[in-house]
């Protein structure tokens, strides 16, 4: 099966600029997550949606970080404008809950810097 | 905050059972421990899961005690890709609602 697509897969800005991310999860996983992972830190849930309902935000700065699933497919993640410590790896995950099993699938994320 | 406690890191010489710790104190009864391991640059890999009787799979065994309270991770015969951060989880695993928190890992090192 293919996994979790992620673009673009490196993206350099300045502060106060804008960037997109982009996610396609596997086929037919109905929940989708976005995480921040900063240098040298674990994985930091953003948001978590469930189809194309959010589930889970409160980890997002909504002054400037957005994300939407449109259609419970695919789902970008979008910083306006960024800050240096914006810097971090962006990755996008997505599950299916089966046979008790609930497993995250993680794409190779998407490294932002922020100059 | 993660509900799991790992030493930062560890170290293993290539051929060497790997034994990974985790404290996970707190767990509630219908909470199940995950393993997930993020090798430099990839995105974290799911390795295994239980409830609290022992499994094994391809790439590792768990271990984990009568009262739930910690957990083991074993990669019998560790080798040079092995090395990576280790993540010990805790998370409801019928519910898709349910939080994944990671904490910091163990980094663990294998010496050739």
């Known amino acids: 099966e293919a996994g979790v697509a992620q673009s673009p897969r490196y993206k350099i800005i300045e502060k106060r600029q804008s960037v997109a991310f982009w996610c396609n999860p ?90 | 905050d993660a509900k799991t406690t790992q030493p930062p890191s560890m170290d293993c010489a290539e051929g060497r059972a790997a034994n990974l710790p985790c404290n996970h104190s707190t767990i509630s009864g219908n909470e199940y421990v995950y393993w997930y391991r993020q090798i430099h640059s990839q995105g974290p890999q799911y390795i295994i899961h239980g409830l609290k009787n022992n499994e094994t799979n391809e790439m590792a065994s768990l271990i984990i005690t009568e009262d739930r309270k910690s957990s083991t991770l074993i990669l019998p015969h560790a080798t040079l890709r092995d090395t990576a951060v280790y993540y010990c989880i805790v998370r409801l695993s019928y519910s898709s609602a349910s939080k994944i928190i990671f904490g910091s890992g163990t980094r663990l090192s294998i010496r050739p």
């Open chain 1, 26 to 115: 596997i086929s037919g996983h109905a929940t989708l997550y976005w995480y921040q992972q900063i240098l040298g830190q674990g994985p930091k849930l953003l948001i978590q949606f469930q189809n194309n309902g959010v589930v889970d935000d409160s980890q997002l700065p909504k002054d400037r970080f957005s994300a939407e699933r449109l259609k419970g497919v695919d789902s970008t993640l979008k910083i306006q404008p960024a800050k240096l410590e914006d810097s971090a790896v962006y990755l996008c995950a997505s599950s299916l809950v089966s046979s008790g099993a609930n497993v995250l699938t993680f794409g190779a994320g998407s490294r932002l810097t922020v100059l």
